[in-house]
């Protein structure tokens, strides 16, 4: 099961702001760095920010991460209908000889 | 451009094993580490290991320790997964994806998915 929890789901209207959360403990996010993933209906996930509030070349500046001690957050801007989708955040947890742990997933939807 | 080819769709009855196939191409193969990542039917993502395409040394979550077995075949550029004693709930789409940096950080490439259904 997932140690890291985000709310199941987020919802605005086109052009307004979510903020989707990700909490998680001192063995994760605490001591290392968060990445979050958008998966489209269908297809393969999709890396969106990596290091806590990087944007991979592409990624438009309506996205953007932060990190304070235990918990993350995932922003979306100027929410468009292209962004409904399943947004999970992740990040490696130094227990049990290091793995990568995801978390719960939050359905964004454009309302 | 970086591309991650899977293998296709499988069906397993319970007890069996399945092997999936992740060719790469478009960035040198022994670089980068991959994982593996699965995802049940309606449900979240699940991280099963990496393993180091250069040295083949890999790294299994405990929840799969005994169970998967991850390799690799430079010659051709591809990553193998395979799972031994199928059990339903292994039903799920299985995906590869590259790491983003020399050691293992996080996936910035992904397969398509290889969906594997075990069912009697």
């Known amino acids: 099961q997932s140690v890291l929890t985000q709310p199941p789901s987020a919802s605005g209207a086109p052009g307004q702001r979510v903020t989707i959360s990700c909490s998680g403990s001192?063995?994760?996010?605490?001591?290392?760095?968060v990445n979050w993933f958008q998966q489209l209906p269908g297809t393969a996930p999709k890396l969106l920010i990596y290091?806590?509030?990087q944007r991979p070349s592409g990624v438009p500046d309506r996205f953007s991460g932060s990190k304070s001690a235990t918990s993350a957050s995932l922003a979306i801007s100027g929410l468009q209908s292209e962004d409904e989708a399943d947004y999970y955040c992740?990040?490696?947890?130094?227990?049990?000889?290091?793995?990568?742990?995801f978390g719960t997933g939050t359905k964004v939807t454009v309302l | 451009q970086v591309q991650l080819v899977q293998s296709g769709a499988e069906v397993k009855r319970p007890g069996a094993s399945v092997k999936v196939s992740c060719k790469a191409s478009?960035?040198?193969?022994?670089?980068?580490?991959m994982h593996w990542v699965r995802q049940a039917p309606g449900q979240g993502l699940e991280w099963m290991g990496w393993?180091?395409?250069?040295?083949?040394?890999?790294n299994y979550a405990r929840e799969f320790q005994g169970r998967v077995t991850m390799t690799r075949d430079t010659s051709i550029s591809t990553a193998y997964m395979e799972v031994s004693s199928l059990k339903s709930d292994d039903t799920a789409v299985y995906y590869c994806?590259?790491?983003?940096?020399?050691?293992?950080?996080?996936?910035?490439?992904w397969g398509q998915g290889t969906l594997v259904t075990v069912s009697s």
């Open positions: 994806a590259k790491d983003k940096a020399v050691g293992p950080s996080t996936a910035d490439h």
């Open positions: 992740a990040a490696w947890d130094d227990s049990l000889n290091g793995r990568y742990v």
């Open positions: 478009g960035y040198t193969f022994t670089d980068y580490f």
């Open positions: 290091n806590n509030h």
């Open positions: 393993i180091n395409p250069n040295s083949g040394y890999t």
């Open positions: 001192s063995s994760n996010i605490g001591s290392n760095t």
